[in-house]
T-cell receptor
Framework: GAGVSQSPRYKVAKRGQDVALRCDPISGHVSLFWYQQALGQGPEFLTYFQNEAQLDKSGLPSDRFFAERPEGSVSTLKIQRTQQEDSAVYLC????????????FGPGTRLTVL | QKEVEQDPGPLSVPEGAIVSLNCTYSNSAFQYFMWYRQYSRKGPELLMYTYSSGNKEDGRFTAQVDKSSKYISLFIRDSQPSDSATYLCAMRSGAGSYQLTFGKGTKLSVIP
């Protein structure tokens, strides 16, 4: 079953390190989303891509967060100079066609910053 | 105050019970309402999707939306241990919108 996959599943970083989180959406899905889910909270929107174009990055919490999807399929969320408050699960979701169709979520990457 | 409020629980019920989960919201622009189920260490999975006010039923699950009260509910009949998970409500506004606003989730345990 080709669902959304994310890697790594778990990442421990020392404060100040850079990290890169990968998302492989469902094949053919045009829209891709990143969400941040803090412990005990619901997911919060970070950014949205339609194919390779980043159409909305209003949810990125600081300029340390950067996302790309250069070929319109795989996406990478990069966090520079990680801080303890960046510790969360980072979820990727994709949807077929228009962005407002059903979003299918991956299992997430759990980032712990020490 | 957050746009979407949801009691985090935890909620513990015996197998076979009827479960009622609820969210309230403040943004009157929300028109599309969803319930997601999230098992531990997994991503959210869409359970129910409702547009505007009314009821929607799917098997043991019923979703209700009351836009006048800004209140949505999910009912689970004949609850099973496999229903043990965190249930997240989510909402978005108009037809062209894509940003989902989630509640913080209610953790449900169904005890055999």
């Amino acid at each position: 079953g080709a669902g959304v996959s994310q890697s790594p599943r778990y990442k421990v970083a020392k404060r100040g390190q850079d990290v890169a989180l990968r998302c492989d959406p469902i094949s053919g899905h045009v829209s891709l989303f990143w969400y941040q889910q803090a412990l005990g909270q619901g997911p919060e929107f970070l950014t949205y891509f339609q194919n390779e174009a980043q159409l909305d990055k209003s949810g990125l919490p600081s300029d340390r967060f950067f996302a790309e999807r250069p070929e319109g399929s795989v996406s990478t969320l990069k966090i520079q100079r990680t801080q303890q408050e960046d510790s969360a699960v980072y979820l990727c979701a994709s949807s077929l066609g228009q962005a407002f169709n059903e979003q299918f979520f991956g299992p997430g990457t759990r980032l712990t910053v020490l | 105050q957050k746009e979407v409020e949801q009691d985090p629980g935890p909620l513990s019920v015996p197998e076979g019970a009827i479960v009622s989960l609820n969210c309230t919201y403040s943004n009157s622009a929300f028109q599309y309402f969803m319930w997601y189920r999230q098992y531990s260490r997994k991503g959210p999975e869409l359970l129910m999707y409702t547009y505007s006010s009314g009821n929607k039923e799917d098997g043991r699950f019923t979703a209700q939306v009351d836009k006048s009260s800004k209140y949505i509910s999910l009912f689970i009949r004949d609850s099973q241990p496999s229903d043990s998970a965190t249930y997240l409500c989510a909402m978005r506004s108009g037809a062209g919108s894509y940003q989902l606003t989630f509640g913080k989730g209610t953790k449900l345990s169904v005890i055999p």
